[in-house]
C-alpha cells in the first residue's frame, strides 16, 4: 500500500511487516516541514508494522529541517518499539543525525507554555507598577538633591558640555518649531475663519489665534515637538551608555551620573524651553496672520492691533512659565527612562518610545492640571 504526502514525504507498507519512508524532493524551512504526526498516524492504522525504513534517493536538496524530522521520527520509534533502519539516507544525513542523539535534550530546556491565571497576571503588573513607581521617585529624590548641589555651586558637570546641548535642544530645533507652530497658526485661523465669517467676525480671528497661541498652543507644541526630539534623544544616549557601561564607569571613577549627565540636559531645557515657546508663540501668531490677511481680507496693521488688545503680559508669562516646567518634565522623562534602560540594543529603541510616551503624558497633565489652577487663580 502507497499513500502520498504533501512536502516529498510517502509512505509504503511492505509484506515483510515494513514501513517505508520515501524522501523526495527538497526540503527546506521555508517550504514548510512535514510532521512526524502523518507517521504516527500511518502507524495507528497499521499496528503490525515492526520496522522502519527509509528510501532518500530522490531527496534533491535538504538543510536542518529533515534532520528535525528524522529525530521526532527516532523519538516515536523508541517509544512505539519499532526499529529504525537507516541504511538508505545519505551518509552526512545519517552522522548529523547520530551526532543528535549523541547528547540527549536536557529535561526542562523547553520552555513550557502555561496559562498564567488573571488574578496573577493583574498581582504582577501592580507589582511592576509599584516598582516602577519607587524607581521614579527614588529618581525624584536624587534629582532634588542635585539641584540642592547646583544652587549651592558643589555640582560637578563641564561647561562645554552644557552648552554643546543648549545647542541641541534650542538652536537645531528652530527648523521643526517653526513648521510646526506656522501650520498650527494657519490651522486655527482657518477653522475660525470659517465660523466667524458666518456672523461677520472675522477681525476675531486675531483674538482666537493669539489667545489660543500664547495662553496654551505655544508651550504645549513646543513641548510636544521637544518630548519626540530631545526627550527621545536623551533616553536613546544615556540607554546606549547604560548598555556599554558607561554610566557604571562613572560611578566607578567617582562621578555622579546624575550631576554629569542628567543635570545639564534638564537646565539646557530650562533655559531653550521659554525662548522656543516665544519664537513658537510669534511664529503662530504670523501664521494666523496669513490666513487673515490673505483670506479675510484684513490689513497687516489692523490684525496686529487686534492681537495685541487680545492677549496681555500675564497670557505671555504664564505660557512661559508652562513652557519651563513642560522642559523639566521632558528631560526629566527622557534621562529617567534612559536610566532605567536594559541592556541590550532593542533595549535603548523602547527607553526612547517610552520617555517620548512618559514626555507627552505628563506635559497633557500639567496643562489640565495649570488650567484648573489659573482659573481658580482667576488668570
Same mark, same amino acid.
Given at each position: 500500500?502507497?499513500?502520498?504526502?504533501?512536502?516529498?514525504?510517502?509512505? =509504503?507498507?511492505?509484506?515483510?511487516?515494513?514501513?517505508?519512508?520515501?524522501?523526495?524532493?527538497?526540503?527546506?524551512?521555508?517550504?514548510?516541514?512535514?510532521?512526524?504526526?502523518?507517521?504516527?498516524?500511518?502507524?495507528?492504522?497499521?499496528?503490525?508494522?515492526?520496522?522502519?525504513?527509509?528510501?532518500?534517493?530522490? @531527496?534533491?536538496?535538504?538543510?536542518?529541517?529533515?534532520?528535525?524530522?528524522?529525530?521526532?521520527?527516532?523519538?516515536?520509534?523508541?517509544?512505539?518499539?519499532?526499529?529504525?533502519?537507516?541504511?538508505?539516507?545519505?551518509?552526512?544525513?545519517?552522522?548529523?543525525?547520530? *551526532?543528535?542523539?549523541?547528547?540527549?535534550?536536557?529535561?526542562?530546556?523547553?520552555?513550557?507554555?502555561?496559562?498564567?491565571?488573571?488574578?496573577?497576571?493583574?498581582?504582577?503588573?501592580?507589582?511592576?507598577?509599584?516598582?516602577?513607581?519607587?524607581?521614579?521617585?527614588?529618581?525624584?529624590?536624587?534629582?532634588?538633591?542635585?539641584?540642592?548641589?547646583?544652587?549651592?555651586?558643589?555640582?560637578?558637570?563641564?561647561?562645554?558640555?552644557?552648552?554643546? @546641548?543648549?545647542?541641541?535642544?534650542?538652536?537645531?530645533?528652530?527648523?521643526?518649531?517653526?513648521?510646526?507652530?506656522?501650520?498650527?497658526?494657519?490651522?486655527?485661523?482657518?477653522?475660525?475663519?470659517?465660523?466667524?465669517?458666518?456672523?461677520?467676525?472675522? @477681525?476675531?480671528?486675531?483674538?482666537?489665534?493669539?489667545?489660543?497661541?500664547?495662553?496654551?498652543?505655544?508651550?504645549?507644541? =513646543?513641548?510636544?515637538?521637544?518630548?519626540?526630539?530631545?526627550?527621545?534623544?536623551?533616553?536613546?544616549?544615556?540607554?546606549?551608555?547604560?548598555?556599554?557601561?558607561?554610566?557604571?564607569?562613572? =560611578?566607578?571613577?567617582?562621578?555622579?551620573?546624575?550631576?554629569?549627565?542628567?543635570?545639564?540636559?534638564?537646565?539646557?531645557?530650562? *533655559?531653550?524651553?521659554?525662548?522656543?515657546? @516665544?519664537?513658537?508663540?510669534?511664529?503662530?501668531?504670523?501664521?494666523?496672520?496669513?490666513?487673515?490677511?490673505?483670506?479675510?481680507?484684513?490689513?497687516?496693521?489692523?490684525?496686529?492691533?487686534?492681537?495685541?488688545?487680545?492677549?496681555?503680559?500675564?497670557?505671555?508669562?504664564?505660557?512661559?512659565?508652562?513652557?519651563?516646567?513642560?522642559?523639566?518634565?521632558?528631560?526629566?522623562?527622557?534621562?529617567?527612562?534612559?536610566?532605567?534602560?536594559?541592556?541590550?540594543?532593542?533595549?535603548?529603541?523602547?527607553?526612547?518610545?517610552?520617555?517620548?510616551? =512618559?514626555?507627552?503624558?505628563?506635559?497633557?497633565?500639567?496643562?489640565?492640571?495649570?488650567?484648573?489652577?489659573?482659573?481658580?487663580?482667576?488668570?
Amino acid at each position: 500500500m502507497n499513500s502520498m504526502v504533501e512536502g516529498g514525504l510517502s509512505f =509504503t507498507q511492505t509484506a515483510n511487516a515494513s514501513l517505508e519512508v520515501r524522501l523526495a524532493g527538497a526540503w527546506r524551512l521555508r517550504a514548510g516541514l512535514p510532521s512526524a504526526s502523518l507517521l504516527q498516524r500511518e502507524l495507528e492504522s497499521a499496528p503490525q508494522v515492526k520496522n522502519v525504513a527509509f528510501e532518500a534517493g530522490d @531527496l534533491n536538496s535538504w538543510d536542518s529541517s529533515v534532520l528535525a524530522f528524522l529525530v521526532d521520527v527516532s523519538e516515536l520509534c523508541r517509544k512505539r518499539g519499532i526499529s529504525m533502519d537507516r541504511a538508505s539516507l545519505p551518509p552526512g544525513l545519517r552522522r548529523l543525525l547520530e *551526532l543528535a542523539e549523541a547528547v540527549p535534550e536536557k529535561k526542562g530546556a523547553r520552555k513550557e507554555q502555561v496559562d498564567t491565571p488573571f488574578v496573577e497576571r493583574v498581582g504582577n503588573a501592580a507589582i511592576g507598577a509599584g516598582s516602577s513607581l519607587g524607581e521614579m521617585l527614588n529618581f525624584l529624590g536624587e534629582m532634588s538633591l542635585t539641584f540642592i548641589k547646583l544652587f549651592r555651586m558643589k555640582a560637578r558637570f563641564r561647561a562645554v558640555d552644557l552648552f554643546l @546641548l543648549i545647542q541641541q535642544a534650542g538652536a537645531q530645533a528652530l527648523p521643526i518649531v517653526t513648521l510646526i507652530s506656522f501650520l498650527v497658526g494657519v490651522i486655527l485661523a482657518f477653522v475660525g475663519a470659517v465660523q466667524l465669517k458666518q456672523f461677520g467676525a472675522q @477681525l476675531y480671528v486675531a483674538d482666537l489665534v493669539g489667545i489660543a497661541m500664547i495662553r496654551e498652543m505655544g508651550a504645549m507644541m =513646543t513641548g510636544i515637538i521637544m518630548a519626540g526630539r530631545t526627550g527621545a534623544a536623551f533616553a536613546a544616549q544615556l540607554g546606549t551608555m547604560k548598555v556599554t557601561q558607561e554610566i557604571d564607569a562613572f =560611578t566607578t571613577m567617582g562621578f555622579s551620573p546624575l550631576e554629569f549627565l542628567v543635570l545639564p540636559r534638564v537646565i539646557a531645557l530650562i *533655559l531653550m524651553m521659554p525662548l522656543l515657546c @516665544l519664537y513658537s508663540d510669534f511664529v503662530g501668531v504670523m501664521g494666523g496672520a496669513a490666513i487673515g490677511i490673505g483670506m479675510l481680507d484684513l490689513s497687516w496693521t489692523t490684525y496686529m492691533q487686534e492681537t495685541s488688545n487680545a492677549i496681555s503680559l500675564t497670557d505671555v508669562f504664564g505660557g512661559v512659565f508652562k513652557s519651563s516646567v513642560y522642559g523639566v518634565l521632558i528631560a526629566l522623562a527622557g534621562c529617567l527612562r534612559g536610566i532605567q534602560c536594559g541592556n541590550s540594543s532593542s533595549a535603548v529603541g523602547d527607553a526612547a518610545t517610552s520617555a517620548v510616551v =512618559t514626555g507627552i503624558v505628563a506635559i497633557v497633565v500639567a496643562c489640565g492640571v495649570f488650567a484648573v489652577v489659573f482659573y481658580v487663580l482667576g488668570i
